[in-house]
C-alpha cells in the first residue's frame, strides 16, 4: 500500500510482557511474535488475556512488566503518530458517541495522515476510498453506523483500520457478531491482505475450527501466560484444548480442510464418553 | 466483499469528496457571522421605548433614544453575543470531549465553580484595604476574571477525577457530580450573600440566576477575547474530538495523545467560562441546548459543530435576552430564568431519549 520504505520487516515483539489490573494479573511473561505476511491467531477461553495483549501489542495499555517491540525499537519510543501509521486496532466493540456516516468513521482512519487541523488531501480521500472498496462498504458509504447490521459494521471498522494503511493489523474478536457467511468472507478479506500486502495480522478469534483454517500459528492463553504457540496442529491438541478450556471436547481433522475440527460436547455427550472410557478400562 | 460494489466508478466522485474542507468551514463562518448580525440588529429595534434606528444614529450624544439604543440596547446586545457563543462552545465541546449529550459547562459545576470563587474575588477587591493592596477598583477586571478562571478549571479538573475515579463512567456519574457541586456552590454563594452588604448582595444574587451586566467595555473585550482564544485552541484539537468519538482507546489507536486533548479542551471551556461568567453570572442550558441543534443541521464532525455552536449560541442568547427584557413590559426578567425555562424540559426529553436508547440498544 506505501513505499518500500513502510514494506521493510517491521515486526511486533512482545518480550516477558505483564500487564496487572489492580490486584489481578492479566498477563505474565507473555512471549509473541507476529511477522509480515503472517496471520497469527489468538485463542484461549474467557479471561485468559487475549484482549488484553492485543491492546498491549497495539500500545494502548502500556505493559506494567517486559517491553513490546515495533521493528527492533520500543513500541514505547516510538512517536504515538508513526505508530498509528504502522498499527491499526479493530476492536472488540466500536461504541461511537453521536451518529455518523461510514465514510466519515473510515476518514476518521487517517487521522494519524492529516495536518493539525485535519484537513484531508486527495490522498487522504484516495486511501478512504480504497478501503472502503476492499471492504465492501462503498454501496452504503453515507449511511449511518448506526443504522448497520452486525456485519456490515463490522466491515465498516475494518475499512476505518485499513485507511490507517497499516502494516500490521490487530484485530480483538472481528468475528464476534458475525454470522458464518459474513465470518468467513471477513477473514477471507483478512487473509488476502496478509498475503498479497504483507500486511502481519494477529487476530483474537473464539472459533476454533475458522482459527484452525485460517491462521498460520496460533497463540494459546491461559489465565495470562502462554499455554502453546505454534502452528494448529501442534497447538489444537486434545489433550491441551480440554485442559485449558476445562471441559471435554471432541478433536479430529476433517476431510475438506484436513485442518482440526474441535467440538465442545454436551453433558449428556460427556457422561456417554465417561461410561464408555470406564467400560473400556 | 459480500457484493462487488455495484456502482464502481461511478459510484466513486461522492465518496471521494471531502465532507469538510476548508472553503466549507469559511461558509459556515460567514453566514454564522451573517445570521447573528441579522438577529442582532433585529433585538436592536426590540424593548419598551420605539426606537429610529436611523434618527437615533444622527441625534446628538444626549438625545435619549440615541442613548437606549447605543448606550443600552447594543453593549447589551454585543454582551448576550460573545457569552452565548462563549456557553455554546463550551458545551459542544464537553459534549464531544465526554461523549456525554448532556454535559454542558453550566450542568456540570463549571460556571458555578466560576461564580463562587469570582465572587469571592469581587468581593474582595471592594473590601475596605484591598485598593492599598492594589486589588480595588480597576484591578478587579483581571482579579475576577482571573479568579473565575481559576474556578473554572479547578471545577473541570474536579469533575474529570470524578469520571475517572469511578472506572467506568456512566454519563449520569458526570452529571451528579456537577448537581452536587453546584448546589454546593449556590449554598456558599448565598452564604456570602447574607454576609455581604445589601447593595452588593443584590449584584450576587444576580450571578446566582444568570443576568447579562453590562460592566464596560474592558469587560466585553474580555469576553470577546477569551472567546477567540476558545475559539482557536478548540479549533485546533477538533480532530481529536473527531477521534474521541470513538472512545479513549480508539482514539489512543489513531495516535492522539488523549491527555493533551483533554487539557486542552478544559483549558479553553476555562477560559470561555471565565470570560462569560463575570459579566453574565450562571447562565444555564445555552450549552447544552445550541449543541443538539447544531447537529442536527451540520452532522456531528467537530470541525463544523464547535464553530456552528458558537455562531448559534451567540445569536439563541441574544434572542433569549431579548425576551428576557421585553415580555414583562417594564420589568426584566434574569435571562437565566429564560434559558432555564426553554432548557429544563429539553434536558428531560434529552435525558428520557437517553435512557430509551440505553436499554434499547443491543451493543
Known sequence: ?281 | MSTAPSAGPAGTPRALAPRVTARRLAVLHASGLAALLVVMAAAALVGPVRVDPLAAWLAPPDDPTRVILLGARVPRIVLAALVGGALGLAGAALQALLSNPLACPHVLGISGGAALLGIVAMILTTVPGAAALGLGGEASLLVVPAAAFAGALATALLVQSVARSSGRVTPHTLLLTGVVFNAFAAAVITFLNTLADFYRAHGILAWVVGTLTVRGVAWTLAAATTLAAGLVLLSASARDLNALGLGEEGATSLGVDVARARRAVYLAVALLVAGAVPVSGMIGFVGLIVPHVVRLLVGSDQRLVLPAAMWMGGAFLVVADTAARTVLGSTELPVGVVTALCGGPFFLFLLRRQATDERGALR
Open chain 1, 1 to 281: 500500500m506505501t513505499g518500500a520504505a513502510a514494506r521493510a520487516d517491521v515486526a511486533l515483539e512482545a518480550r516477558g510482557v505483564a500487564v496487572r489490573y489492580g490486584a489481578r494479573e492479566a498477563l505474565r511473561e507473555v512471549d509473541a511474535r507476529l511477522a509480515p505476511g503472517e496471520l497469527l491467531g489468538i485463542i484461549g477461553p474467557n479471561g485468559s488475556g487475549k484482549s488484553t495483549l492485543v491492546r498491549v501489542l497495539a500500545g494502548v495499555r502500556a505493559p506494567d512488566a517486559g517491553e513490546v517491540r515495533l521493528g527492533g525499537r520500543p513500541l514505547a519510543d516510538v512517536p504515538r503518530r508513526e505508530r498509528a501509521r504502522l498499527i491499526a486496532l479493530v476492536p472488540q466493540e466500536t461504541h461511537l458517541s453521536f451518529p455518523i456516516q461510514v465514510r466519515e468513521l473510515v476518514l476518521l482512519g487517517r487521522a494519524p495522515h492529516t495536518g493539525p487541523f485535519g484537513w484531508e488531501r486527495a490522498e487522504d480521500l484516495r486511501a478512504a476510498h480504497e478501503a472502503m472498496l476492499r471492504a465492501g462498504v462503498l454501496e452504503f458509504a453515507e449511511r449511518s453506523v448506526d443504522q448497520l447490521s452486525g456485519g456490515e459494521r463490522q466491515r465498516a471498522v475494518l475499512a476505518r483500520a485499513l485507511a490507517q494503511q497499516p502494516r500490521i493489523l490487530l484485530l480483538d474478536e472481528p468475528t464476534a457478531f458475525l454470522d458464518l457467511r459474513h465470518a468467513v468472507l471477513l477473514l477471507d478479506l483478512v487473509r488476502d491482505l496478509c498475503r498479497s500486502e504483507g500486511l502481519a495480522v494477529a487476530a483474537v478469534l473464539h472459533d476454533l475450527n475458522l482459527a484452525a483454517m485460517y491462521c498460520d500459528r496460533l497463540v494459546l492463553l491461559s489465565r495470562g501466560r502462554v499455554h502453546a504457540a505454534g502452528d494448529a496442529a501442534a497447538v489444537l491438541n486434545y489433550r491441551d484444548l480440554c485442559d485449558v478450556y476445562g471441559t471435554e471436547l471432541y478433536v479430529a481433522p476433517n476431510d475438506v480442510t484436513g485442518q482440526l475440527v474441535v467440538l465442545p460436547l454436551s453433558r449428556e455427550h460427556r457422561e456417554r464418553l465417561a461410561s464408555r472410557t470406564d467400560k473400556a478400562l
